[in-house]
């Protein structure tokens, strides 16, 4: 609303209104006649008067300060987590001819995809959001399942690839490639310093084997990574250090069970930092009569050019993005209400409302680095975040944080399924046992049944009563349970 008109409505409840500059109150209402009032009545009345002037008192108390109602909390989470076609309406010109190639949640994937891939290529840009800076660097995980379309992600990675060949001349660190070890990762972040890195990859458990036995160190320089924190990370024998200023964008796709090694739990600090997408659609596909690769290729080689060029320009200086106070207001608000929906509703997903907001500026600065393009010449340090900018982070932020709350019940779900399920050497071996046995006796079955070694077995033994199919009482076992999940 129009701070004029904000103005007006502010004013009329205590009976105001604007008329050529000047107020005016009860204009309708003529003015009194001034009567001279003899010495003696003015006496008489004293009295009356004052109980006039309570009553008057109580009347603008009640007239001009009327209670004021509480807004009610309009916030709602989508029903489905796929985006709707207000997103698409609003989403960067730049990238809707490519959007069209695509439909329903593939549609989604690459959208997402390519605004994180954009946000690994404007490192000279910042945003300050509650007081700390922040550059575009985006995190995104898809979860689905095999052949489910999780390979769209990868989009994000062909409208730059022409940007990639070049950086590897100039920054060989930029790209990271899944299958590293967690030492390397360290050295390519912090070689590649204020240029940033980007990594892109479709087999999570490709990163999860790698960072196994490391988990701790790699949650640990994601998190920090997301706030641009320098990193240090004790080893045996080895101090590493990350930059001073790391800028990492990551997206990644895998499986539910592929992910929980590399994410941890929801619980867990690096969940809030990222976007998640969860595939739901994993039907059959019908292949499409309209052959579209070649002109799908040949959109993507005019958006190679562009942010090449873009790249190029936008980063020749350091830039600043920043939002109108009516825009701090209004994404302020947003969150609050979506922070109060999840507590009332009891959903554990505050903190990631909280971080929220810093995803919502990068996406924001983004989008405005898209529209107002041409703007950015050598002399404009600063810009305005566009409103065409700000109504799209919103209009997306609800399907965020619903794919949030979402993407945590599978990781929730996968993690109860894996605890009590068994590969088939596992299960061959609870089949061949009695239903109580003593360990040799046990071992002794088994080994004859199916030509297991000794120490197989007695390994199956402990994982078996550790997830709960067998129950051990000094040297004897009963089965619990002899089916699996």
Known sequence: MPAGDWAQKGLSIYGYSFSEGINTKDEETTQEELVETPEEEKHSTEKDETVNVLEVKELSKSEFEPELEVEANDFELPDSTQLSDEVYDLAPDDLKPLLSFFKDENKDIVLLSCLTSLSSIFPNVSVIHRNDLYYPNLYLLVIGKAASGKGNILVGKKIIRDLLEEFKTKNPDFHIAGNISSSKMIQRLAGSGESGNLIIETEADTISQNFKSEWGNFSSILRTSFHHEEANIDRVGLKEKLSQNPKLSLAIAGTPLQLIPLIGTPENGLYSRIMFYNIKKSGWIDDDENETYDAQEEEI???????????????????????????????????????????????????????????????????????????????????????????????????????????????????RKSKTSLNDTQKQILEALPASFISKEGVEIVTEKLRCSVSTVNKTHSVLKDKGFLRKEGFSYEKVKTTTS
């Open 301 to 415: 080689a005019r958006l190679n050019k562009l942010f090449l060029d873009l790249s190029s320009s936008v980063n020749s200086i350091a830039r600043r993005m920043k939002l109108s106070r009516v825009q701090k207001k209004l994404l302020n608000d947003n969150l609050k209400k979506a922070y109060e929906y999840l507590v009332e509703a009891g959903l554990e997903s505050e903190d990631t409302v909280k971080r929220m907001g810093a995803i919502l500026v990068r996406i924001f600065t983004i989008y405005t680095i898209l529209e107002i393009k041409d703007e950015l010449t050598e002399d404009k340090s600063e810009f305005d975040c566009s409103e065409n900018a700000f109504n799209f982070g919103l209009s997306l932020f609800p399907y965020l944080l619903k794919s949030s709350i979402e993407s945590a019940n599978v990781f929730q779900h996968s993690q």
